[in-house]
């Protein structure tokens, strides 16, 4: 026993060495200290000491499996994750005849639509799909959740501290502990479960998996990786001739005329090393003539051409003496001359050097981006916002969606070849990014329709469609007897015509209280609490302002049913005015559809939309004013964050099954089985294959 | 097979909490153990100012 522990011991060991655990320091983005050098030497050691006791580690792992008399019904289960792949629009393709591999997988397996979470978004269906829980049991409930102390709306999936012992010097404060990133998506994933009987997995990028969680397999992060300005993504725009405009999700700045054309900075990170957290900066010269364009960085020339992406290009920025912190962008000229524009993406950590973990083991990053070069590691990295903001055009922001599509089919490839054995989960986002974005071209009644733009960009959804059934049958071919395949999505996906602001429609019912008569600005800046009984926050949420929950909270908890059943009752049925559609098909008691430990954390009440109705912009953010309804006039014009039985998701199975039901928090428990392992008894979901079937399973 | 840091509690205590976790819905005993701390330490920690969660929130495309 006690070898068996020392070994354990050992085996930890060579694997937390090889972590930058203590590679990153301050919160926000952080920066990574040990160098590229540190990290290729601690994982050289980790890899030696892996070496020296392989041997041991495979006898222990023998008597282990052997011992626990697993007998798997399947080599491998693959699970290609396609966010947002809606049911009705594969079916319309495939009908067509333009998804020839799907058509055919659900007539040799199965095809079915999955029920998708409440509510239906993607970091709370994802983590139902990893756990095999509803949401009352994995604690995600939205993007965003409130600080119940001072009502400010947070990411709802991690949580960053500060470094608890800090050395002042000078200038400096050096941190002498590490800054903790939380991940707050509770229960634990199958993978996990698998891992402790010694099952390997791949989970590539499978949203809500930030920071990474340590498990026997390798794993790269997604969704709410944060950029290295601790943002969720902020792109940078600079014009010749800004008049300083302001842009939601990116910034703004000026070029400023020199000798040899333009100059400017580019903005890096806070300095979480420094006193006053100055931002640093990277001072550049655009030079811009009739023989081409190049941009010149402090330690780099970059050749531009007008409207083309240049490579990741590497920005070091200077924190300290010695200390460099790391990224990547993308730059494109979209204007040369006298009417110069840059753009830049937003700064992904750079997985060579990344300043947090976003990849379990540490290395595995770094390992990618060795075999395969530098790729966007932001959680959601296509840049919707550029898009909204008309910074980038429509062929700019499908370029580069499309870039990083093409990164992470590289990337599930090299993963399908690894892995021999066990898992294999991958999600590919695009999907859902083209779509939210491209809607209004199907829609010819969404406010944006253009007949003209819609022509031309009318196939931008259905090459979504066209190529995922490439990718399919590019993958069947790696497939064997004995491996089974899941392709599936978190949701569906409907048109965002217009926005209900639910904020206004509290205040106006009375239920939220304003101090100014007018209403209030975001973050509920003007919001009495002290009389407020309901605010809604994040997409489709609405809390109670809970006495001894909330700072100010005054509804007693034994009123709290009787208001949720109000709420739900007049919210339920809600007509839009302007269009006479009714705008809410159901407002369900989170108390009565979620069950766990977390509930108490949940909106009370969900807003369930009808299609072609979601959130309002403004309203998320808790903004209140007197329209409840509004046009949306953005490119992101197709949305998923409605009534959950409006938008499930797909399922297709390799092997056909009997039941023409499913759920995402099915897909655990179902692998589960797959590998000869029982559901724990707290998931809620049901192996979608019964002991016989899995028996027929496994005799292909 | 990961660890953490470790916190001793009485034998009896544990059976209690083992059972009253699977009761709830916990997927183990440590995670209704943190869970339990996590509500009671949450008051005291501080909060995030505006301008922090702006800029951590800034870019995510579902919001403005």
Redesign the interface.
Known sequence: MKLRRSL?ILM?ASFLLSLPANAYIGP?AGFAILGSFMVFFLAIVAAFLSVLIFPIRFVIRFVQVKKQGNKPFVKRVVVLGLDGLDPMLAERFMAEGKMPTFKKLSESGSFLRLKTSLPAMSPVAWSCFA?G?NP??HNIFD??TP????Y????SSTKI?DPARVLKLGRYRIPISKPTIQLLR???PFWKIL??HWIFSHIIRVPITFPPE???GAQLSAMCV??L???????TYWRAASAGGKH???LELTLEKSDGGWKGYLPGPENTLSKDREELRLNFELKTNGKGSQLVLPDQKIELEERKYTDWITLKFKAAPGIKVSGLVKFMLLKAGDAAELYMT?INLDPEQPAMPISYPGFYATYLAKLFGSFATLG?AED??ALNERVLDEEAFLKQTWDFYEEREKMFFHCLSRTRKGVLAIVFDHTD?IQ?TFFRCLDPGHPLYNSEEAKKYRDAIEQVYVKADGLLARTLAQLGQKDLLFVMSDHGFKSFRRGVNLNSWLWKEGYLVCKDPKGSAE?FSEVDWTRTRAYALG?SGIYLNLKGREKSGVVEKSEAAGLRKELCEKLTGLKDPQTGEVAITKAYDAYEHL????VGNAPEVLVGYNIGFRMD??G??GAVSDQVFSENLKS?SGDH?IDPALVPGVLFSSVKLKTNEAWIGDLAPTILRLFDLAA???MDGKSLLSDSELKEVSKR | ???GEKIKIKKDLYERVKKFS?L?????VD??VE?TLEKEI??L?G??S?DE????????????
């Open positions: 354990l930890a926000g756990t829980v009352g049991k993007f965003l600080d119940r102390n001072s400010l709306p947070v990411l501290r509770k229960s634990q891992g402790d340590p498990f026997y944060p950029d300005r601790g943002s969720q993504g902020s792109f939601t999700g990116g937003p959601l919707t916002w990014r939210h973050m997409l069950s766990g430990p977390y912009w403004d998320t953010l992101w964050c724990p008894a707290y | 097979m990961f660890g699977e709830a819905g916990y997927s183990s995670e209704f869970h949450k008051d920690e909060s995030d505006e969660i702006k800029k951590k929130l800034k870019g995510l495309g579902y919001i403005s």
